[in-house]
């Protein structure tokens, strides 16, 4: 029996006046799975996550999440999704007035009711398993370098210990170090931890060694495989992205 | 219990985990776990019973619990658990540093705090000092060339500040005249000097009211669109591309609008001061039963030029003042929204105070003069 995919998405449909972004787009995610998600600029991977993210109504389509559709929900539905995935976005948009522990802390007090200490001593752990110092969580995000940026914001979508994590290109912007160090902490954290990782991201060393499976966006569709299948494809764009010179240089690195 | 079943033997104790381990339940399972009844002497063990979900969070508890009673020398472990989240736990390395914790008790921590104020002043007044200094050594520079002039700038800050004010500046004047002739005309109606009222309103609008509200206006209006203009562009590295390129940032962001409002603020007050006395005269016709002629002779009886000058010869230096200190501020932000917010803010009310500081200034030093 096939497991119940942790994201189902069917005959999706995404327009603006009369420029159709999705056309019928369907995805399914397995639990468990670090899914890579490339696709050409403005091919519509931002309109995407919104979607997925209930940020934007569809024009038309179902999107499931644990099983259950996202556009008919109520509130209260909604929230407990919320409560069960943790969004990483690609500038890390931590809430600029709080420290990092207040921005690692800020759902963990809304939606639960622990002691102070036991939440801040959680919340010294996320730092902790992202790789930061603890004298990181009484800063300001506006004192951190772009690298712990994006870990903190890490932090801050691990707080509630989701099963599902939406990563917005995690290492855009970052140094080729720091990226596959990231790139390493994601897969350590998704091995140990179990979660379902939703990647959206350009860089090919990602895609190449963390990826479990590529969805590529093109012609206002999916295509989707194992890295070997996605290579085997003969789409025009598909064989441009991944057979390009950058592709080849990051390919001979894996290999 | 409900996560929690504690089982007593020969060996120890045993502790079955059951339940929904999640950072939902935190709140539950760290009461529970706070209060096991267990002896030191007997060694505990925890092992997975009815355990339906458990998450990192639960993990966690457990762990630190487990550590906390080992660190009391009491015998305790964790046992046949099948989950990755312990051993994930063990592997993490050591933090990396310590929190720094220098809190300093009461009474040092409030003199600490005045130090700390005292010092902030003064590098703030240095700062200020410096921006000003800057200002005028760019001034310097671009006053011998007149193509660097920046018109269009100039142009366009004087439209801002100035052309989109006039509405507001205009009705503000207007009505201002109005509640001043109204206190007016009650109090000197008792010695019956009703007639005067006319005196009141045109010397203090054109002195003072005029001015000083006008300054006020724009303060808010204009000091608070520089902090913020500027304040976004150096979050967005704008100004350090300026930079780069080659061009003095002071002399493109700072100087066409301290220069667009010291030719704006004169002629919005000019334009109060009639806005004033049109309020004045139309109060006085409906009011004060004057006829226009009537009220045209008090006035003229009453002002002279230097009434009018006293007002308008301030209106530069107000206008330097905001602009000053709304581009200083605007240039004093770093990093985030946040402070593009604070600095804004900090534009705004220390602009009006300067401006009604260097008012009262103005006011000593005219009645020195005798002006």
Partial sequence: MAVQPIIQIRGLVNRFGTQVVHDGLDLDMNPGEILGVVGGSGSGKSVLLHTILGLRQATAGSV?????????????????????????????????????????QLSMKEYTRMAAATREGLANLKLQMVGLPLSAGSKFPAELSGGMVKRAALARALALDPPLLFLDEPTSGLDPISASEFDELIAYLRNNLKFSVFMITHDLDSLFNICDRIAVLVDKRMVVGTLDEILANTHPWIQRYFHGARSRAALGVKE | MTYLHVHKSAEGIRVEVTGDWTIANAAGLEAELDTLPLQLDIPVCF???????LDLTGAWLLWRKVKELQDQGQQAELANFDSKHFKFLDDLPEPQEELEGHHLPGLRAGLAGIGRFAIREKEQNAAALAFLGRIFSSL?????HPHRWRFKDIAHHTYATGIQAIP???????????????????????????????NLVAISVLREMGVLLTAIMVAGRSGSAFAAQIGFMKINEEVNALSTMGFDPYEILVIPRIVALVIVLPLLTLLADLMGMVGAGFLSVYMLDLSMTQFFHRAIDSIGLNTFLVGIVKAPVFAFLIGFIGTMRGMQVSGSAESVGQQT???????IFLVIMADALFSVVFSWIGF
């Fill in chain 2, 168 to 198: 507001i500046v205009a009705l503000i004047a207007f009505l201002i005249s109005i509640v001043l002739a109204y206190q007016g005309a009650d109090q000197l109606a008792r010695f019956g000097a009703k007639i005067y009222t006319v």
């Fill in chain 2, 47 to 53: 092992q997975p019973g009815q355990l339906t979900q």
């Fill in chain 2, 345 to 351: 803010t900090n534009a705004v009310v220390q602009s």
């Fill in chain 2, 140 to 144: 310097v520079r671009v006053a011998p």
């Fill in chain 1, 64 to 104: 499931r999440i644990h099983g259950k559709d996202i556009t008919s929900m109520d509130r209260a539905q909604m929230l407990d999704i919320q409560q069960r995935w943790g969004v990483l976005f690609q500038s890390g948009a931590l809430f600029s007035s709080l420290s990092v522990l207040d921005n690692i």
